[in-house]
């Protein structure tokens, strides 16, 4: 599972980085895309030629070409030997005229970089730029030319390769399939588990079906159906359920449904970023049954709400009573941190019940951090018991002791409510016991 995680924080990181370059790469590159074409054809890399695909191809003199390109190859490099707080500002728009280069010439503006020495993390930038322009032609070049990556420990040159295969896969799934079957095994970095984690995203993204029956073609463990679930796009959620619940239930028809559970959840992760109307429409529309409905709620994540308190009732209305109290608590944390005031509010106004306990427990703890005194009239609300006794201790351990007058206030509290401490003012043998009980 934190396997999963980790290759979608990077395909987040790598999201983030396409939208920071904006559209106007795109639309500069698509109306050069016939002499993107005319040009790959020259060199001897397929091209696609569907009905809107021109063959014409607009020349410019051989020599004015070569000219440009050296002169943007010194330009980037100049740039790449700007102290890096400088250059920011300036590589954006000198890395603008790559939308403009076919894969032939990219590659020779590498080689005139290499000619002009510049720095390997300015080649490396170059390299990330054009893959995210052309990257069937930064992949194809790459398979067929002797000319190697940056030198960057292998890192900058797997990300490169990943960021190609993602780019691509997602756009024409097929294809790229079809350039990772005929190239894997020419380097590892083709067929390294990121690149498969990767391609696997783009396909995921285009396509769940094929996503879910590459798998095992990948050589990718069954627990990688989490990548895909929260990998692909809004309106292919319910079909990629539909394959979630195939795929988990061939796999073991008699089993643990943990695959299916898991799937769930990472799905829940990208819904959470939704406006709550739109995702509580859309798990109406799943159709999720008990055990599933337990599985989504575990993986929404409270980092990405945008309205804890709808979430909160939604599960206290969902699931049955204390079903959901772990998460609760974690929502309502995330909103009294954000809003102590408005979460306060809404938790006076609770009915009695597991919920407004839940929430009642996370209230106290974040008072306990400045304000003991709030924070022990919350904790007082509790029914007696073992959550109510674990709150109070949670209060005395973070009581702020700045000077005599506030560890004697400490103290009075733990005697009050029969916290054992010792001769140092700390609780004896403490242990955080303030869980859910």
């Not at 829940?268 to 008990?290: G, N, T, V």
């Amino acid at each position: 599972m934190k396997t999963s995680i980790s290759i979608s924080v990077a395909i987040l990181a790598f999201a983030a980085w396409l939208g920071h370059a904006g559209e106007q790469h795109i639309r500069t590159a698509r109306e050069a895309r016939a002499r993107l074409l005319a040009d790959m054809a020259r060199a001897g890399i397929p091209a696609d030629t569907g009905p809107n695909t021109s063959k014409a191809a607009t020349k410019r003199p051989r020599d004015k070409e070569r000219q440009d390109i050296r002169a943007l190859a010194a330009s980037l490099a100049d740039c790449f030997r700007m102290p890096a707080g400088e250059r920011a500002s300036v590589a954006d728009e000198r890395l603008e005229s790559l939308s403009a280069l076919s894969p032939a010439e990219f590659i020779e503006l590498i080689a005139a970089l290499r000619s002009e020495k510049c720095p390997e993390d300015g080649l490396d930038t170059v390299f990330y730029s054009f893959s995210r322009i052309h990257p069937r032609g930064i992949l194809e070049f790459l398979a067929k030319s002797p000319l190697e990556l940056p030198d960057t420990g292998g890192v900058g040159n797997q990300n490169v390769i990943n960021g190609s295969i993602f780019m691509w896969s997602r756009e024409d799934p097929e294809a790229a399939l079809e350039w990772y079957r005929r190239h894997k095994d020419k380097s590892p970095l083709f067929s390294s588990p990121e690149a498969k984690n990767f391609l696997l995203s783009g396909v995921s993204l285009k396509s769940p079906a094929t996503a879910f029956r590459i798998l095992g073609e990948l050589g990718l463990p069954a627990g990688s159906v989490s990548q895909i679930m929260g990998s692909i796009r809004p309106e292919s959620r319910l079909e990629g359920l539909a394959e979630l619940r195939a795929f988990s239930k061939n796999r073991d028809p008699d089993g643990d449904d943990g695959l299916l559970r898991n799937g769930i959840s990472s799905l829940a992760r990208s819904i959470s970023y939704q406006d709550f109307p739109d995702a509580e429409e859309w798990i109406h529309s799943a159709k999720l049954d008990p055990s599933e409905l337990q599985a989504f709620v575990g993986g929404v994540e409270e980092d990405n709400l945008k309205d804890n308190r709808r979430w909160i009732e939604w599960i206290d209305r969902t699931l049955p009573e204390g079903a959901g109290d772990g998460k609760i608590r974690e929502l309502f944390r995330g909103w009294a941190i954000s809003d102590y005031r408005a979460a306060g509010e809404w938790l006076d106004a609770q009915p009695e019940g597991s919920t407004r306990n839940t929430s009642i427990q996370a209230y106290a703890e974040i008072l306990s951090q400045g304000r003991p005194l709030d924070a022990e009239k919350w904790a007082m609300m509790l029914p007696p018991g073992e959550r109510r006794d674990g709150t109070l201790r949670t209060i005395f351990q973070n009581w702020p002791e700045t000077d005599d007058t506030s560890r004697a206030a400490a103290r009075a509290f733990a005697e009050q409510h029969g916290i054992d401490i010792g001769e140092d003012g700390s609780e004896d043998g403490s242990e955080d016991e303030s869980g859910d009980k």
